[in-house]
Structure formats: C-alpha cells, structure tokens
C-alpha cells in the first residue's frame, strides 16, 4: 500500500467554515467549488466557496439555506445546488436563486439533501436524516430530460458518496449510505426512473471510521474514499480500494484533522492532485485545540495523468 502525506492547502480564517466542508467538485481549468453545508451547530445556513489554484484564494458566497452539493454548469456564476429540500439555480454574481424542484421528502421531518453527483441525464442525490438514527431519507433522481424528481429509495440515513459510470440509458451507480459502511452498485435505469437491487461491492464494517464521500480512479479499476472519525486520531484518512478485490492500494493522510468528509481529483498545471475536506462538526474545543487542523483542506500527489471533469449543465438543459 503506499503512503501519501496531504498539507493544507487551505486554512480558513474563520470557525464557520471549518465546521463542514463537503463536495469539492472541478470548476474549469481554474480551480473547484465547494460547499459549507452549515456554519456551526445550530446553525441553518451554509455557503458556497469557489477556490481558485492559481491564486490560492478562496471566494465565499452565502446561502439561504443548508447546502448538500453544488454543481458549476457551462454557464459563468451559475450553479445548481441542493439546499435545504429544494434544488436550485443559484447565480452568485447576481445572488438570484431559482427552484428547479421543491418536492423532496415530502412524507418525513427532519431531513435535508446531502451528497449528489452529475452526469447528462440529470442529478443522482441523497438526503440524511439529521439526527443520524432512522432509515428515513431519500434517494433521489433529478432527470435533466423532463425536470422530473425520482425517488429512487426512502430508506437512507446519510446518503454521501456517488459514482456515475457508463453511457446511454442504463448506468451503474456506485452509493454510500454511511452508517452501513458499504459500498454498493447499482444499475440505473433512466428512461424508467428505477433501480436494480444493491449488490455490495466493498464491506467497511469492520473498521472504526465511516466512509463519505467518494471519487473513482482513472481508469475506473478503484475508487478513493474520504473516511469520517468521530474519535481523536494524529491524522485522518482517504483510501484507494480496488473495486475488483477490496485491497488497499493507497492511503492519503491528513495530519490532525480525522473528519475528512470528501474527496476530488483535480487536473492541475501541476498534475493531478487529491483535494480532500475535513470537518470540526460537533467537534468539542478540547479536541480542537489537539487536532488544529481540522476543518482545513488539504492537497496530495496522485500517480494520474489526468482524471475525466465532472459534467457540466448546459443552458438549453437548465431552460436559460
């Protein structure tokens, strides 16, 4: 297995957006958006942060609401984000914002969206149930064709990591419903809005951490999971596995941050580099103060020549 060293590559100034960092995502050539899904504990607002490589400086926009994900389109500014219940176009040039759907988890309280991923058919999401204890919250498909929403499964309680992989109708969906510590696959039918039955793919519910957030290799042969540790640790983790036979084939550590919640290959004129968030969420001062680095991002070295860029929305599919 080889072992990577990460370093901060962005130290926040401020405690709010330390407490949860989520969904890095390629933004162009320039750099990658991310989101604070919410400021603090008891808060009920996050932000949207646009960091540029070249300069190293990070833009904050705040939002109206808890964001889960959002995604940079082919449109300059205009972003389609899960926020709350809803998803939205959110343009952060003008601070306009508008509802695509407001229909998800109709039926529960207390839920909100979390995790998503693009491709050209549309959005696959998840929410979290947030007090993190009943199968409640939904999985859902967004379908760019018709602006339809899906529900695809009502049983998540923290849906995070998604993969999209394939071409035409009928792709494979790669999921985490964190608290089960699995990896499963799929078989997405667009056309019909439906799911084939789960098949687990990796089982980490042998280990003490959670997996989040996730991101494939390359070649597809892998995948890199962002691993979530209530506990203190000297440094949290990202590992490669192999889809094939579960091995461990990489780790990246993040020195004195153990909640690392998301990961990102990113093309740099540098090469491809690993871009992974860490949260302080609920996490106690005393722990904080041993574990300084939490809520930073962080960059390591890849072995890639380059990765494929996340899809970008278009004008004629988002109806500007």
Not at 50 to 56: C, H, L, Q
Not at 121 to 150: N, P
Not at 172 to 182: G, S, Y
Not at 191 to 219: Q, Y
Request: hydrophobic fraction near 40%; aromatic fraction near 8%.
């Amino acid at each position: 297995m080889q072992i990577n060293q990460t370093s901060v590559l962005l130290d926040p100034e401020c405690r709010q957006l330390r407490f949860l960092p989520e969904g890095p995502i390629a933004d162009g050539i320039q750099g990658f958006s991310w989101v604070a899904i919410q400021h603090a504990e008891d808060a009920t607002h996050g932000s949207l942060n646009i960091f540029d490589w070249r300069t190293r400086s990070n833009s904050n926009y705040d939002l109206p609401g808890r964001p889960g994900f959002a995604f940079p389109t082919e449109l300059e500014g205009i972003f389609v984000a899960g926020l709350e219940r809803r998803v939205m176009m959110v343009n952060v040039a003008t601070g306009e914002k508008t509802v695509m759907s407001d229909e998800i988890d109709q039926n529960v309280e207390n839920t909100i969206i979390n995790d998503g991923v693009p491709f050209s058919e549309g959005i696959i999401f998840g929410a979290k149930d947030l007090e993190f204890q009943t199968k409640k919250a939904g999985l859902y498909f967004w379908r760019v064709s018709d602006q339809s929403l899906i529900l695809l499964r009502d049983d998540q309680i923290c849906s995070n990591g998604k993969i999209i992989t394939g071409a035409g109708n009928t792709r494979t969906l790669l999921d985490i419903d964190t608290p089960t510590q699995q990896v499963v696959r799929y078989e997405l039918d667009c056309d019909a809005g439906m799911l084939s039955d789960p098949e687990v793919v990796l089982d980490l519910s042998d280990l003490d951490i959670f997996p989040d957030g996730m991101v494939a290799t390359p070649n597809g042969q892998s995948v890199i999971i962002a691993f979530y540790n209530p506990n203190a640790a000297e440094y949290g983790v990202a590992r490669q596995f192999s889809l094939a036979n579960g091995e461990v084939e990489a780790e990246w550590r993040c020195d004195q941050a153990p909640r690392v919640t998301c990961p990102l290959l990113l093309n740099t004129e540098d090469g491809v580099k690993l871009i992974l968030t860490t949260a302080t969420e609920v996490m106690e001062s005393e722990m904080f103060e041993s574990h300084p680095n939490s809520g930073c991002l962080f960059v390591g070295d890849t072995p890639f020549d380059s990765v494929p860029v996340d899809y970008r929305f278009n004008a004629e599919q988002l109806g500007i």
